[in-house]
């Protein structure tokens, strides 16, 4: 009968409906205190007593109707979408029919003053209002629950069943405005209370569940599909937890932020988002020295190199906010530089923003932009990074990660740069291919320079700083946008080894530790950051499967394709020799490296240059390994020349 229902042209119509107009809903509500008017007097002329007399009709029946209407046009109870009545509607009512009633008794008195008759009875009065308040909010009641129970039946079934883990009120306002969403994405079956205190109570009509059984147990119980996280008191820990159980029985896991934070709370589904990987990284929240860094920055110009690249345009988004002078933006891809000129445009700043399409290869353009806006700090963000392509192209990193450094480097020497923030990575440590060695030797610049600027007493006040940190989330490169695509794609994901161990952070928190290391330091330090624990990639690739509802090797395959040239199974943070200290910051460290002589250093990095002008590979990286002796190639072409073999004088 309903399947019957439901394919008859009325009710698809009924459907199909949309909101219905004001001026209905108003005709509707004085429709109804009509009905309410006549009944309140037959009830009354049934005690033997008259609500009004019949020769005063027609003095009550329009003024009845005028206060009314006025009332409601106070309070506005017309304006409500009924399917979506909740109590503040009541609320409105209430007060538009007591308000009503206490203007028909104060018309009443003025009439009997002038004229010494009642046109109404006073307590016919408010038992009219009784009755008007009730009918009005039931019909309200009656249509809401018509739409709920039967029109969107049909709809209801194809929702995800979801369970709200809170009971607080961020979740009841969740709740809420998940409820009354249209079209809905969730049907709501329960909530789950944290510390089980509500044992056999409700909230929305809905069962309050105790924690006392695993999640995962009370999600089968109840049917549900979906876990949204809307407990603003759980900590990190508690919240992998939950989704690590959710995950391992193939149950969604959405979070939530805070109601207070929504910009548009009309528009619930795009705040219910599914919980992304990187809310999985075991670490605290960074928290920042706002302070010192916006002494570093505040009414400075700053020169961003790499600046379209994924660290170098976060950086420029956190330095516009500490109030720059002038954002210097460089990178040689012209493109990504466009789009993030325009992004940043639309940030509301006093900073002078300029885009410079340049190589930092070029010495000659890298000095006239220093002779043009004289930078007080610079943050060194151009690099080569990939490193299989560095493998094949050794020449390259040398051009742009040694030659690009040395070259942005003395020139703020040259120019007297307040601070040299350098942008480096952990594969700088013990390296094992091209592109880490590369970043290696530019780190040993960069520190050496500073040690020899020191020792000869140089005038140049430019404070060298290094930051060294893992892979970063989200990065150009990096495996979660490829494992997203490969996900998308139906797989299968390529894992290059097993037992392959990486450490990671989000690009913000590596852009935020940069920002805060440059403004600590004092020159000549590697910072190293807090990664948080080490993540198993296999293990973060099965996340990802089922973070995106999948289970895997059965709907997306993880395929094992070996390990790419030089890539190593562990990355390091600090080389066997190093140790470090501690800073105010507990997430970042000092990595205590040996210095290296400048003079001999310099001039094996300037033959270094000139042989990497000859493109011949191998003959590089034997120069390479001299420089940086740790530098044991792995995976590679070059695994030969692991020896300590030196190149000829």
Known sequence: MEHTLNNTKLWQTIHNLGYLPRWIILLLDLLVITVTGILSYVIIYRTGILYV???????????????????????RTYSGIIRHSSYIDAVKIFFSQFTAAFLLLTF????????????????????????SFSCLFLYRVLVKQFF?????????????????????????????????EMPGRFKLVGFIDKFSQNKSKMILGL??????????TLMRVFGAHALILADKSLTKEEKLNIVDECLEFSYKVYTVPLVSDWEDQKEISKKIKNFQIQDLLERKPIVLDNNSISHQLKGKKVLITGAAGSIGSEIVRQVIQFNPKKVIMLDQAETPLHHLRLE????????????????????????????RFKPDV??????????????ENPSQAIFVNVLGTK??????????????????????VNPSNVMGASKRIAEKYVQSLQNHLRATGSECGTKFITTRFGNVLGSNGSVVPLFTKQIEEGGPITLTHPDIIRYFMTIPEACQLVLEAGSMGKGGEIYIFDMGKPVKIIDLAKKMIRL?????????????????????????????????????????????????????????????????NTYSPHEIVLLMKRIVPEFISMNSIYNDYNSNIAVKE
């Open 378 to 391: 610079v943050y060194h963000a151009a690099a080569y990074k990939h490193v299989p392509l560095m493998e």
């Open 207 to 216: 069962p309050i569940l105790q924690h006392k059984k695993r999640t995962s």
């Open 148 to 180: 709920e129970n039967y029109l969107y039946s049909s709809r209801n079934n194809q929702l995800v069943k979801a369970i709200i883990y809170g009971t607080d009120a961020n979740a009841i306002a969740v709740a809420n405005a998940l409820k009354s």
């Open 548 to 612: 995106a509802g999948f289970v895997p090797d059965k709907d997306i395959e993880i395929k094992i394709v070996g390990l790419r040239p030089g890539e190593k199974l562990y990355e390091e943070l600090l080389n066997d020799t190093s140790k470090t200290l501690p800073t105010h910051n507990e997430k970042i460290m000092i990595a205590r490296e040996i210095y290296e002589e400048f003079n001999e250093l310099q001039a094996n990095i300037d033959e270094l240059i000139v042989l990497a």
């Open 108 to 131: 009443n008195t003025i009439y009997k003053y002038f004229t010494g008759h009642l046109v109404y009875l006073s307590i016919g009065i408010l038992i009219n209002a009784i009755f």
């Open 53 to 75: 007399k019949p020769k005063l009709y027609v003095v009550s029946i329009p003024v009845y109707l005028f206060v009314s209407l006025f009332t409601f046009r106070v309070f």
């Open 407 to 428: 070259t942005i480097a003395d020139l703020a020497c040259k120019y007297n740069t307040g601070s040299f923030v350098m942008v480096s990575t952990d594969k700088a």
């Open 344 to 371: 940043v445009e639309k940030i509301r700043t006093d900073a002078q923003l300029f885009s410079v399409i340049s190589d930092v290869r070029n010495k000659g353009m890298m000095e006239s932009v220093f002779e």
